[in-house]
């Protein structure tokens, strides 16, 4: 084993940087304290002056996954067009983002951080700001809505967003069910069609 370079200023953005790849490249369950150690040239005793536990490494890689997504809401909102083309390029990042990224977009969305009664800590600012921004990005697509239809509107947009995601990611979706659409061409008008969808008897 080669003498490590890491010390207890930079062992823990180290650790979480390392434990990022492994998710992106084999999702949560590939991701391993000791072997970090091992990869990194450190003693196995030495993530846990940083982690108590895997569990919350594992969060704090979540918690830059929602930081993530944060900035690219926050682009999205001042992006060219209208309420409605931003909307779009935010859901575009969005999806953008949970395709190239599975591995952490699942640990986000589909781990149980966020279900806990007590959620992790570092998790819950960033996780609350992204969907404030999707919030917001909405409202300004739709700016006659009320606070209720634009969390409704959220919802729905959401809920579709992900879902689509879950078969698209396993390759549910197979070109005879969207020819003579392309796949990018059926990717917006999934979003457009979240979007346009009806609430409280008015169509958009």
């Not at 003693?43 to 490494?57: I, N, T």
């Not at 390029?89 to 990224?101: S, V």
């Not at 457009?192 to 409280?200: G, H, L, N, P």
């Amino acid at each position: 084993m080669t003498k490590s370079t890491y010390h207890h200023g930079n062992l823990a953005p180290a650790l979480v940087d390392a434990a990022l790849k492994q998710v992106e490249q084999g999702g949560a369950e590939a991701v391993s304290l000791r072997d970090l150690a091992l990869s990194l040239g450190v003693s196995r005793a030495a993530p846990y002056r940083h982690f108590p536990d895997r569990d919350a490494l594992l969060a704090t890689v979540a918690a830059h996954g929602f930081e993530d997504l944060v900035a690219l809401y926050e682009a999205a909102l001042e992006s060219p067009g209208d309420g409605r083309a931003r909307l779009r390029a935010g859901g575009r990042a969005f999806y953008d983002f949970a395709t190239k990224r599975p591995g952490l977009y699942r640990l986000m969305f589909e781990g149980d951080f966020l279900n806990r009664a007590e959620p992790p800590a570092i998790l819950l600012a960033p996780a609350e700001k992204s969907y404030r921004l999707l919030l917001k990005l909405v409202a300004e697509a739709f700016p006659d809505a009320d606070d209720a239809e634009v969390k409704v509107r959220t919802i729905i947009m959401t809920s579709t967003a992900h879902g689509f995601l879950t078969l698209d990611h396993v390759g549910r979706f197979r070109p005879f069910m969207y020819e003579p659409l392309s796949h990018d061409e059926m990717v917006e008008a999934v979003m457009r069609a979240a979007m346009a969808v009806s609430i409280k008897g008015k169509q958009s």
